[in-house]
Structure formats: C-alpha cells, structure tokens
Nanobody, 114 residues
Framework: QVQLVESGGGLVQAGGSLRLSCAASRSIFSFNRMGWYRQAPGKQRELVAVFTSAGTTTYADSVKGRFTISRDNAKNTVILQMNSLRPEDTAVYYC????????WGQGTQVTVSS
C-alpha cells in the first residue's frame, strides 16, 4: 500500500502563487511516473505535470511556463510550484503515482479568485 499525502492548496487571487507538496510513503524512484492531475467541477480529471522514470517531464499546455514540477528525493516528495495563477486553474489537485498500480492522493483544493 502506498500513501500519498498532499498539502499546500488554498485560496489565492489571480496572478498569485501556490506551492503544492505530495509526500509518498516510499521512495519516489520506485514509481514509473509521479506527478499531479486536477479536476475542475463538471470536468474530467486532467494531467497537470508528471515525472517519468526515464527522467522526462510532461506539462499540460495550459500550464507550461507557469507551473514547475520538482522533487525532493530525500523527503520522497514531489512539488508543484504554481505561478501566475488564473481562475481557470481552480480545481482539486491530486497527486498520482504509478508502478504496477495507480495510486492517488486525497486531493487538495486550489481556488483562484478573479
């Protein structure tokens, strides 16, 4: 069993920044992929940013240049730095990790006011 614990969501004005953290219960190098998804009301869950075990990073087009995914290996933590936030970034953000299973965190709400 893997636990993914997210933190750092909240309410921010448009143009502001937030930093999300996802702490995994084991080494992040044990996963094939790890990163962040989000789901806005009435919409499907979508990829925001992920690392792969091959060392590549993928971002959704809508967040490129504004969001940065990074990791703290010693703390088994993946971080999403979100800058220049927009109202359309409002969603529940979920940490995701994959090995032979797909693991999800409980989600953290991000609300961007206009």
């Amino acid at each position: 069993q893997v636990q993914l614990v997210e933190s750092g969501g909240g309410l921010v004005q448009a143009g502001g920044s937030l930093r999300l953290s996802c702490a995994a219960s084991r080494s992040i190098f044990s996963f094939n992929r790890m990163g962040w998804y989000r789901q806005a009301p009435g919409k499907q869950r979508e990829l925001v940013a992920v690392f792969t075990s091959a060392g590549t990073t993928t971002y959704a087009d809508s967040v490129k240049g504004r969001f940065t995914i990074s990791r703290d290996n010693a703390k088994n933590t993946v971080i999403l730095q979100m800058n220049s936030l927009r109202p359309e970034d409002t969603a529940v953000y979920y940490c995701n990790a994959r090995d032979s299973y797909i693991w999800w965190g409980q989600g953290t709400q991000v609300t961007v006011s206009s």
